[in-house]
């Protein structure tokens, strides 16, 4: 998948800026807070609906404007060219089109325009909390796989009725109540069987391609492995059957203590993912530099992944990463980036590389290869 061109308009500093980009690596190069950053988050915008920094969509329009609007070309690997446009007012909210079309629900974008993100942020892959984690999982199968995002979708609705359900059987309860709750956990166990099945499968597939990542990139005698943690416990290799017979299980098990506490205490949504080097663990025990590493690794395999499943290779966006490398690790980073297809990535200082596209972002405006 390869950006042709973009137009940006009210976009964080952009008040109109337009940016063409070669085919393999780009580097985007100019001073602190010159909009580099920004024109990456454009990009995410035309690629998956939104910030690759978790920022709202208003945090993103311009101070002062009342509308910003994302036109961007896109040319697939076949050479099957498409536009997307994202137009948002903080009135009308956001609309997003697909060659002129309107899409009814966001989701029907993903795995579209494959896109891999890595900003300094991503170290809370490493570091933050689980939901960080199962971002990472969800985003990953998500791209490849349409029928895990409804899924989940429909999980994120289901859970949010059954916790409601729960919390009004707190306080009181009636026959009625007891036999919704019935029908929604069986539907609800259905969901989290699915998903777990899956999430389980894109860890055994994954492990190799982060081994493979690490071979690439990392030239020490390490060995990363990455390991599903639920409540459901179970090995890699169950069946959806298997799973859907221990959670139903684990949830009968559970019901009183649920209606008790009035929240849903099993699913998904309290799933994490361990991540180890030579089976110690990288949260707890790997170096700042061994952390950062395994992230840039991590990153790297998801495109791996993503273009092994769709036979298409995703864009790839790299925020701030020489910032954090030395020369020798920049120099191995940007010859592993060449035949990855078009990858983007801000500096603030141009490099001494062959073979690349550098583009200085100045001032607001027009910036093209040339
Ligand atoms: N909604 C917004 N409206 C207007 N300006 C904004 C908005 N959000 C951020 N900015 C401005 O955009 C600039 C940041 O741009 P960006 O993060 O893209 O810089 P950068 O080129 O990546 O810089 P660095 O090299 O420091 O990473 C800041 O000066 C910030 O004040
Ligand atoms: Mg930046």
């Known amino acids: 998948m390869k950006l042709l061109t973009i137009r940006i308009q009210n976009f964080r500093r952009h008040a109109d800026a ?45 101070f002062g404007a009342t509308h910003f609007e994302i036109d961007a070309v896109w040319q697939n690997d076949r050479n099957v060219e498409a536009t997307v446009r994202v137009y948002f007012s903080n ?19 993903v795995g579209e325009f494959p896109c891999v993100s890595l900003s300094p942020f991503d170290i809370a892959l490493v570091q933050g909390a689980p939901q960080e984690r ?140 361990s991540f180890y080097i030579n089976d110690i663990s990288v949260k707890k025990f790997a170096s700042q530099g061994q952390q950062k590493t395994f992230v840039i690794c991590l990153k790297l395999a998801q495109h791996f992944y993503i273009q092994s499943i769709l036979n298409e290779k995703p864009i790839f966006l790299l925020d701030d990463v020489f910032s954090e490398l030395d020369r020798s690790r920049a120099d191995d980073l940007i010859e592993l980036l060449k035949p990855m297809g078009q990858s983007v990535i801000t500096t603030t200082e141009k490099k001494q590389f062959d073979g690349i596209t550098q583009i200085l972002i100045e001032n607001d405006g027009l910036y093209t290869t040339a």
């Open 91 to 109: 009135e009308e909210g956001k609309t997003v089109f697909v060659n002129r079309s309107p899409l009814e629900s966001f989701s029907k974008i």
């Open 134 to 273: 199962r971002r990472f999982l969800d985003s990953s199968i998500s791209q490849t796989n349409k029928a895990y995002l409804e899924d989940l979708l429909a999980y994120r609705r289901l859970l949010n009725q059954r916790n409601k359900l729960l919390s009004d059987m707190k306080v009181a309860r009636n026959a009625t109540q007891h036999e919704l709750l019935a029908v929604w956990t069986e539907s609800f166990a259905s969901l989290v069987a699915s998903i777990m099945f899956r999430r389980l499968k894109f860890v055994s597939e994954f492990s190799e391609v982060l081994k493979k990542a690490y071979r690439l990139f990392h030239s020490f005698d390490e060995t990363p492995t990455l390991q599903y943690d639920s409540d459901v416990k179970l090995g890699e290799q169950a069946t959806r059957e298997e799973i859907l017979s221990e959670v139903r299980l684990k949830l009968a098990r559970l019901q009183d203590e649920e209606i008790r506490r009035g929240i849903t205490l099993l699913g998904t949504h309290r799933d994490d993912l």
């Open 18 to 62: 337009k940016l063409s980009l070669g085919d393999g690596v780009n580097i985007l190069y100019g001073r602190n807070g010159a909009g580099k950053t920004n024109l990456l988050e454009a990009i995410h915008y035309a690629a998956l609906t939104k910030s690759f920094l978790n920022a709202s969509d208003s945090e993103c329009l311009k």
